[in-house]
């Protein structure tokens, strides 16, 4: 599941409001920083649906929290969820698509976009080996 948040795949088309720029922003503004998002909604969404322990939930969580740390940092590289528990947590957020929407841009500027479409195994392998090596050099 690779993310770039700087493309625009004609594959997805959404509407935005007319003041929401999915595209990064040129320029610079006060954003939050992934501890600042309210998730709650999305863990008790995926306890209710996906039977997970809130324990769990919340791991997930921190995990994705960290994941959006990352893409803030490094906004031009292609970061991969490294569990599954993480990319479930992502999804539910998507889900969420207004709060979705607004986090996104309050965080980065811009709409994150999820593809799905990793060509092959070994493909998502490498990336999340990729992604990984990110988040140990930056201490995420």
């Given at each position: 599941?690779?993310?770039?948040p700087?493309?625009?795949n004609?594959?997805?088309?959404?509407r935005f409001p007319?003041?929401?720029?999915?595209?990064?922003?040129?320029?610079p503004k006060?954003r939050i920083?992934?501890e600042?998002i309210d998730?709650e909604?999305?863990v008790k969404?995926?306890?209710?649906?996906?039977?997970?322990?809130?324990a769990?939930?919340?791991?997930a969580e921190k995990?994705y929290r960290y994941?959006?740390?990352l893409i803030?940092?490094?906004?031009?590289?292609?970061?991969?969820?490294?569990n599954?528990?993480?990319?479930?947590?992502?999804?539910?957020?998507?889900l969420d698509t207004?709060k979705?929407a607004?986090?996104?841009?309050a965080?980065f500027g811009?709409y994150l976009?999820?593809?799905?479409?990793?060509k092959?195994?070994?493909?998502?392998?490498?990336a999340v080996?990729?992604?990984?090596k990110?988040r140990?050099a930056?201490?995420?």
């Amino acid at each position: 599941m690779f993310c770039n948040p700087r493309s625009w795949n004609s594959h997805y088309t959404s509407r935005f409001p007319d003041d929401f720029d999915h595209r990064a922003s040129t320029t610079p503004k006060k954003r939050i920083v992934p501890e600042d998002i309210d998730l709650e909604s999305v863990v008790k969404e995926i306890v209710k649906k996906e039977r997970w322990k809130t324990a769990r939930a919340k791991r997930a969580e921190k995990e994705y929290r960290y994941f959006l740390a990352l893409i803030r940092r490094h906004s031009t590289a292609k970061a991969v969820p490294w569990n599954n528990d993480l990319d479930t947590f992502w999804h539910y957020h998507i889900l969420d698509t207004q709060k979705y929407a607004a986090d996104c841009k309050a965080l980065f500027g811009y709409y994150l976009h999820h593809d799905p479409h990793i060509k092959n195994m070994a493909e998502h392998k490498a990336a999340v080996r990729k992604t990984l090596k990110l988040r140990e050099a930056n201490n995420v």
